[in-house]
């Protein structure tokens, strides 16, 4: 629960303590949770590399439970899809950014210069880093409420139904509604080792770029870049040509 401040070492994070309602007992905790490797700090386990492995299990655990006991009449599949939208990157990133996290997230120079604060998966990855803190420092019951109150929002958009339009139908219907233009996406390139590969896509209006986005899949990438392009448009006040390199909006690793 939150109470006075812990006895935290970097400014700002009571802050971030408010955002979780969790008070952290153990300060360091919090602090190596907001710590992106790329910061290269003295400590192997100083990063937030472990406690994302950890809250990433936490939160699979808490959210199947509560699609398993709120409906009783899904099958296996349909839970599977449902817990997949409240734990993708892009869910968590959404959630990360109304959090203020993205301002709190501790990164290294160079990450800094190439939009760090602004890619999706390192801001899923620090949200997933804090609910393994709260976990170590308050227990499964901490770690839990912790998780309701983060995926409340994301929780009542599926209820709603609302979960089912997707950022590239969100895209499309807001293009052809201002623009008459349907967006298309093109593939920039592909990178790294055939198990793992990286997609990296450009969606496109009237031969203008106006997002970009990058995934584990091309289906990802492509949802990416359309997430992208409405995170840009809203922060500009409209439908422009994106810049020649990832900044706009939130992009993947």
Not at 99 to 118: F, H, N, P, Q, W
Not at 176 to 201: A, M
Not at 216 to 241: H, N
Request: net charge negative.
């Amino acid at each position: 629960m939150i109470g006075s401040p812990s006895d935290v070492t970097v400014p700002g994070l009571h802050d971030v303590e408010i955002a979780l309602g969790y008070r952290f007992a153990d300060a360091v905790l919090l602090e190596r949770a907001l710590t992106h490797r790329s910061l290269r700090v003295a400590d192997p386990d100083g990063d937030n590399e472990r406690l994302e492995f950890l809250g990433d299990a936490v939160l699979d655990l808490v959210v199947s439970e509560l699609l398993f006991r709120d409906f009783p009449a899904s099958r296996e599949g349909d839970l599977s899809r449902k817990r997949a939208y409240l734990v993708s990157t892009t869910t968590l990133a959404e959630t990360a950014i109304r959090l203020d996290l993205s301002t709190r997230v501790r990164l290294g120079k160079g990450e800094e210069a190439t939009g760090g604060r602004s890619k999706a998966s390192i801001l899923a990855n620090v949200l997933e880093a804090l609910i393994g803190a709260v976990f170590l420092d308050g227990g499964f019951h901490a770690a839990s409420a912790v998780v309701r109150r983060l995926t409340a929002d994301a929780y009542a958009r599926l209820h709603a139904g609302e979960a089912l339009a997707d950022h590239k139908t969100r895209l499309q219907e807001r293009c052809q509604e201002e623009l008459h233009e349907t967006p298309s996406y093109r593939n920039i390139r592909d990178f790294g080792p055939d198990h793992e590969k990286t997609f990296e896509v450009a969606v496109e209006v009237a031969g203008d770029v106006i997002g970009r986005g990058r995934g584990k899949s091309k289906k990802e990438a492509e949802q990416m870049a359309a997430w992208d392009a409405l995170q840009a448009a809203e922060a500009r006040g409209g439908f422009r040509p994106a810049p020649a390199s990832p900044g706009a909006g939130i992009q993947t690793e």
